[in-house]
């Protein structure tokens, strides 16, 4: 008996450690083989080695793509902060003056008393002096002296408030066959604008200054814009009396 009860225990013993070592194989996990590479020379294949542990993943690479110009913009005028301009455009047009304007001072006592004087005609007689033209004959600038023949003229029914006038005289200065052209009125510390287009399609400016000549007569400067002629620009030199005004 005691022989039998050592022999199964011994063989007890065997199967138990069989079966541990069996669940040891089955539970272990093995590190899995490292990728392998075929040669260029077809001499078989090797094993990559893993990369190392500091080593950073790879760059992705693709087709570039062309960065947003609102984007950009919008970033540059972040950068510039909130009172800079955010393009060179802006940059530009901030630097750039206002247009001019033809300002009048409201207060009447600070107006030279010239200036008041023509504020308040509504007529004027003007005669040209002297006459300066230029062309592009055959494709060259050049100046030329003109002989003015258009005689006097009158710039009748001026209303500051309206922006009007009636320029009257020749064809040859109002460029109608009535001899009167309405014309646009503006008025500024700078004297009298006269503006139309004649019946040409040329642009006539009359501008009377709030200066006066040696005989007390405003001083006149006339300019028409044509381009029937060579792309003719004239400007035609005198002086303005006040014939009428308001009272």
């Known amino acids: 008996m005691p022989a039998n009860f050592r022999n199964i225990a011994l063989a007890f013993a065997a199967g138990a450690i069989a079966s541990l070592a069996i669940r040891h194989v089955v539970d272990f996990d093995p590190a899995p083989e490292p990728p392998r590479v075929a040669a260029k020379d077809g001499s078989g294949e090797f094993p990559v080695p893993p990369p190392a542990a500091n080593a950073s993943a790879p760059i992705e690479r693709g ?8 984007v950009t913009t919008t970033n540059a005028a972040s950068a510039s902060g909130p ?6 455009t802006e940059r530009m047009a901030a630097q750039q003056p206002p247009l001019p304007k033809a300002i009048l001072t409201d207060g009447i006592k600070g107006r030279p008393a010239p200036l008041t004087r023509l504020l308040d005609a509504s007529s004027l007689r003007c005669d040209i002096e002297v006459a300066q033209g230029a062309n592009w004959s055959q494709g060259t600038a ?3 002296a003109i002989n003015y023949q258009g005689g006097p003229f009158s710039l009748d029914s ?3 408030a309206a922006e009007t006038a009636m ?10 066959v009535s001899d009167e052209l309405e014309m646009r009125t503006t008025a500024g510390d700078k004297g009298l604008t006269f503006s139309a287009f004649t019946r040409y399609g040329d642009l006539l400016i009359v501008t009377v200054y709030p200066a006066l000549d040696s005989r007390g007569r405003y001083r006149t400067v006339m300019t028409t814009f044509g381009d029937r002629f060579d792309h003719e620009t004239a400007q035609f030199f005198g002086a303005c009396d006040v014939s009428l005004a308001h009272r």
């Open 167 to 176: 320029m009257s005289g020749g064809s040859g200065v109002t460029g109608s």
């Open 142 to 144: 050049s100046l030329h």
């Open 83 to 88: 009172a800079g301009p955010a393009t060179a």
């Open 63 to 70: 087709i570039p793509v062309m960065p947003d110009a609102s």
């Open 158 to 160: 001026i209303d500051l």
